[in-house]
């Protein structure tokens, strides 16, 4: 009997000097890993994501006027398990955050270490991405220094930061995202995490929420974040935080003026390769 399709690989090429935007643009759709080519980069998406993809890369050469090549490989299930082995491996993600794939038994550096499951088959972002990293790292510390009780995570992608919340110890995590695959995998991952219970989705616009929280998290692209910013504004509480990235290190001031203009102070710019990502506090 044929095997299934479980995973389709997205090749592109032709994108100019604009590899470290189109991995990250990768991420936000939700590609379960991505893979650096000399040329090239492959990420990994569910059959029923590829007219999503598609568009969104269509977008994307349009708007950097560039003619990217896309091809399209199927992958076979098991072929994508062993595929993913070989790519992805326990990982410290921040100073109390162990992400572990399902396969591996590989205990936590430290035993205070809250551990993060992930498996193949959940379209799971791995946390190795830079500006997943800084998200996490400036969550880690936020949470821990100021024992936040809710946070709502922008653009939650599979939920990696709105989980990693929940294990830090957030009691209510409001996971947003427009694609309604993304609300579902969140869902699915949170419950293999065990703290499904305190994460609650919403498929739609921030515009379109209603309160707000002491920890406002948005790992965007630069120009999604500017065209939001008046909205995550609205729903930072009076003295709360809001964690901003996805841009690069060139970005980040005029991402800090921006805010500055809607009544934040930076309290610090953090760093990692060529991204950048922003702690800020409403006044």
């Not at 998200?135 to 709502?152: G, N, P, Y």
């Not at 922008?154 to 929940?166: D, K, M, N, P, T």
């Not at 703290?195 to 929420?209: N, P």
């Not at 203009?261 to 800020?280: C, H, I, T, Y």
């Amino acid at each position: 009997m044929e095997e299934k399709t479980a995973w389709l690989k997205c090749v592109v090429s032709q994108y100019g000097d604009l590899g470290e935007l189109a991995s990250l643009l990768f991420m936000e759709l939700g590609a379960g890993g991505v893979e650096e080519g000399d040329e090239t980069l492959a990420a990994y998406f569910r059959p029923e994501e590829k007219e999503k993809v598609a568009l969104a890369l269509e977008g994307f050469g349009a708007a950097h006027s560039l003619a990217v090549k896309v091809e399209w490989e199927e992958i076979a299930s098991e072929d994508w398990w062993e595929s993913w082995k070989k790519y992805f491996h326990p990982l410290e993600a921040s100073k109390n955050l162990w992400i572990c794939p399902t396969w591996e038994d590989a205990p936590p550096p430290r035993p205070e270490m809250a551990v993060l499951r992930i498996d193949p088959g959940r379209a799971f972002g791995t946390g190795g991405h830079e500006t997943t990293r800084l998200c996490l790292e400036l969550i880690d510390e936020c949470v821990h220094r100021e024992k936040m009780d809710s946070m709502v995570d922008v653009g939650c992608g599979s939920g990696i930061l709105s989980i990693a919340a929940r294990l830090f110890g957030v009691k209510n995590v409001l996971a947003l995202d427009m694609d309604m695959l993304a609300a579902k995998a969140t869902r699915e991952n949170a419950g293999m995490n065990g703290v499904g219970d305190g994460i609650e989705t919403y498929c739609g616009e921030l515009r379109a929420v209603k309160g707000q929280w002491p920890l406002v998290v948005a790992n965007i692209l630069y120009q999604v974040i500017l065209g939001l910013a008046p909205a995550l504004a609205a729903r930072t509480r009076k003295g709360g935080l809001l964690i901003v990235s996805g841009f690069l290190v060139e970005e980040a001031e005029g991402a800090a003026s921006y805010f500055r203009n809607l009544g934040f102070s930076v309290e610090q710019k953090r760093d990692m390769g060529p991204w950048s990502a922003l702690l800020l506090r409403k006044d």
